[in-house]
């Protein structure tokens, strides 16, 4: 093998090997540390964080990138090497060229008002009080856009914050594809307002949490993630994290009173650990064995949690066992209106609980927003009032307070903008995958009814999960689909089983 390359697969390794340090100590601060633990936790990841940071744009590597031919015409450098390390190279180029443009200064600046932000945000969503927001929110935005100077970008500042969470994506793509789907969402929404409301009164009475998490185990084994590599905790945001490729873990966060909550939270997030635990061997350890972007990584959770979990076949597989369990909430419910009750429509206020066909609309809310505050069209001190009426305009419902408005999301505080057109487009390729995968598999239906998830698993692992960063969302898409991403695939899932549940 190439000595430069051996040489930068060390030093990528060491990389790896501490964000999976830091995923470790992040894990444990939100399910097991004490409180008064945070103080000296956050001093530990932020050394941690200064380390990844200083190794990732050492000189060293920057020397062996142009040894090895890359540079931006040539992002996959020298065409004589093999795909593989050429695939390689790509990743850890994006990553060295991103890193190096942004100065410590501004990385440390961003970090300190992001933390001090966040905690302002807690309380001010607590107390319904945006004006105390304000001010950070502003130096927050001040910073990111700085950044995203120091990125650079082809087109708009956005582009630069975009990259970030969604790699070699344009705004001006998102953009296209929101404006097709506003109003194909919009439409369905108005028919289902004007169908017979669904009742689904008895999912939200007391059900036991042991008895929820007892079930919750049982599905994710059913799914393919056991304890061997994986583990299943509580925390107050469900989450799934890294902390080597033989150890993927999830959390969840049960309700008493609604346990849908916290089983299509262990769903969703069991998709994300699919996705992690499923990179091919030859990847691990390196740069390449991650989600290839945050959008194809939602795509798999929604892929598990909306698309199988709250379909009829998964239930006719669950729902007697589920009735077992749970007689005196389900033994006078028949599976039909089981099923119809999990896949209830109703505009809502806040993001999290939205059912699957009005959440695209909070996220195109959002997406608006944000364009509009890093164009500069729009004030921080505007926002609130901006939030209100595009709430009108997109759900038809405008909330009362700030909390369940403009605040209820943390992403803001932590300066990551650009994130949120992800969770939509995550929907949008789940849809496009699942078109594919019927088309391979005929009997789809009847393997779900049968419990054997293995089979659609066995799909995704060969033609998404095995891949990892090899393939970007937009290859990787037109690979596994023949086709770029299209709304209307997603669009036609929503209309196919949203006709038979809404009887329009
Ligand atoms: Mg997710």
Redesign the pocket.
Known sequence: MNPSITRLRELDREIVLLNHVSSLLGWDQETYMPEKGIDERAEQLALIGGMIHEKIVSPEIGRLLEELGVSDSEPKGNPELPELDRDFLRAVYRRYRREVRLPTRLVTELSRETSLAQAVWAKARKENDFPAFAPHLERVIALTREKAELLEYEDEPYDALLDEFEPWMKTASVREIFDRLQPALTDLVERIRNASPIDDAFLHIPFPVELQEAFGRIVLSDLGYGPERGRLDVSAHPF?TTLGGDDVRLTTNYSETLFTKGLFGII??CG?GLYELGFADELKQSTLADGTSCAI??SQ??FWENIIGRSLPFWRHYYPRLVSRFPENLSDVPLERFYRAVNKVEPSFIRTEADEVTYGLHIILRFRLELELFSGTLSVKDLPERWRSESQTLLGISPATDSEGVLQDIHWSLGAFGYFPT?AL?NLYAAQFYAAMRKDLPDLDSSIEAGEFHVPLAWLRKRIHAWGVRRTAEELVREVTGEPLDPSYFMRYLEDKYRTIYDI
Do not use: I, N, P, V
């Open positions: 799934t969703h997030e994300h990584h939602e959770s929604r969770y995550g």
